[in-house]
């Protein structure tokens, strides 16, 4: 090891602690490594500051010796965003000793908390005040608010509640020289110049590390109903949500889209659990609505909505979740898709979104052309339908090796549905980030004035490309990421 990673490693010790700062590869394979194994890398060292100051402090540090840093919440990136590469020379900054919420107030509707509190502990604590946080995704327990932030997370309630950016009222950032930027101060109104904090937010930790934030809170609903219908096709399932929306207003909370395959794929993995439905169908949805109202009436306008929806020939069957342990059992059905296809392996994830108008044409022409370039590929196809966003994603057939099928599909797949994605004014990441896994589509699908203006914001706040080198950005041609 240089005189200088000693030196570094030895600096980061006085600030962090001994037992905060790891440096044998055996006990940093846990933070070098993504959670669905695809991304290795290696790290000179793995730190967890317990404080802002120390986070500045590390980061003052790393600069003065050019050592990259690689923030890391939860570690449940799917896009490799948020471990390190294979040079070894980056210190990965952990941030879950940072996990307080620091204050709840239910009158100004706000809760303020540093970056490592889970996504779980957050709603829960938004909860024990009578509060609602309305994030909701499939790893709440593991993911974290910084990584939240830092990827605009979305997930299966941004149809009634937005995603991050909408969520945030202020948060407080660490620049890669120490300087802390902070706006916590809880205002829904703030017309002071620019809007900084939406720089950081998305920026999946390549212009400043989030430390803090204060989130909105809403009502808990005191009223939910969900049903599990199977739905003649997606062109169905779109007009199926236009009158839910007509009928339902703004307590259409959830409006959740799932091929056969990706229904198949979970209850294969899960024997215990049956299906809502007698048999597996091409395409469902799971609806769920919730308001502030009573149950009884908001039983009735589902069942209005089923009504009208058998009436009109869109909907093929349907259940109603007839408790709450129903409910979660239709949820867990669709959270699951996620770690199943992990656990399964050979996926191509794709995640689109698509203005809704589009949104069945497109799947009908992008399963279209998948399928002739990979003709046996389960079409696990699922997603967040209610606010354009599709999770399109192609897996291996039973069978074949997963890395004989991505070998032979990978590319051509994710640029087939991305580029048909593009070409009709989507997006080839809906929610999900860019990190590694799309950095070099992006200039496909930015304008040369787009990517010239990411360039010039990170090199004004990063001017050494230290933060999460060689992530979300791709490299101007002939230039290495630390140019
Ligand atoms: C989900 O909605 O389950 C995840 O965002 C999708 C995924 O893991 O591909
Ligand atoms: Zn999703």
């Not at 940072?98 to 709840?104: A, F, K, P």
């Not at 794929?265 to 469902?284: C, E, I, K, R, T």
Request: hydrophobic share 45%; aromatic share 4%; net charge negative.
């Amino acid at each position: 090891m240089a005189d200088t990673d000693t030196n570094v490693i030895d600096g980061l010790r006085a600030i962090v602690g001994d037992k905060a700062c790891l440096d044998t590869a055996a006990d940093m394979q846990p933070f070098t490594t993504d959670y669905r194994r695809l991304y290795h890398g290696k790290a000179l060292a793995v730190v967890a500051p317990a404080s802002t100051q120390q986070v500045s402090e590390v980061l003052a540090l790393c600069t003065k010796h050019g050592v990259p840093v690689v923030p890391q919440g939860g570690n449940t990136s799917l896009m490799g965003g948020a471990v390190p590469d294979a040079s070894g020379n980056a210190v990965v900054l952990n941030l879950r000793r940072m996990n307080q919420v620091l204050e709840i107030d239910a009158v100004n509707d706000t809760m303020t908390l540093q970056a490592g509190v889970t996504l779980q502990a957050a709603r829960a604590a938004a909860e024990t005040a009578g509060r609602l946080f309305p994030l909701r995704i499939g790893s709440e327990g593991s993911c974290q608010i910084g990584g939240n932030l830092s990827t605009n997370a979305g997930g299966t309630a941004v149809l009634r509640y937005g995603n991050m950016r909408d969520l945030t009222l202020g948060i407080e950032a660490v620049l890669p020289d120490g300087r802390v930027y902070s706006s916590l101060r809880g205002l829904r109104k703030d017309n002071t110049g620019y809007d900084l904090k939406q720089l950081f937010i998305g920026s999946e930790g390549t212009l400043g590390i989030i430390t803090a934030a204060v989130l909105k809170l809403m009502p808990l609903p005191s009223a939910t109903a969900v049903a599990w219908v199977a739905v003649k096709d997606p062109h169905a399932a779109v007009q199926l949500l236009t009158q839910a929306k007509r009928t339902a207003g703004q307590a259409v909370t959830a409006f959740e889209l799932i091929s056969g395959p990706a229904l198949s794929l979970v209850l294969a993995s899960m024997p215990q659990q049956s299906a809502p439905l007698p048999g597996v169908h091409d395409w469902m949805v799971l609806i769920e609505l919730s308001s502030g109202g009573d149950a009884e009436g908001l039983d009735a306008t589902l069942m209005a909505i089923l009504e009208q929806g058998m009436e009109s020939g869109l909907i093929v069957d349907a259940a109603v979740a007839a408790s709450m342990a129903d409910a979660r059992a239709f949820w867990l059905l669709r959270e699951e898709i996620s770690d199943a296809q992990t656990r399964e392996g050979g996926s191509i994830k794709c995640d689109i979104s698509i203005p809704l108008s589009k949104i069945a044409g497109f799947i009908a022409e992008a399963s279209a052309q998948v399928l002739a370039l990979a003709p046996d590929a389960r079409m696990v196809i699922y997603g967040h339908m209610g606010d354009g966003n599709v999770h399109f994603n192609p897996l291996r057939p039973k069978g074949t090796p997963a890395a004989e099928f991505l070998a032979a599909h990978y590319t051509q797949v994710s640029q087939a549905v991305d580029g048909l994605a593009h070409r009709q004014n989507g997006s080839i990441s809906a929610e999900h980030g860019i990190g590694v896994a799309k950095r070099d589509d992006l200039v496909h699908c930015k304008t040369p004035v787009e990517l010239a203006l990411m360039w010039q914001i990170k090199r004004t706040l990063d001017p050494g490309n230290l933060l999460n080198p060689s992530k979300v950005l791709p490299l101007p041609a002939g230039t290495d990421h630390r140019a």
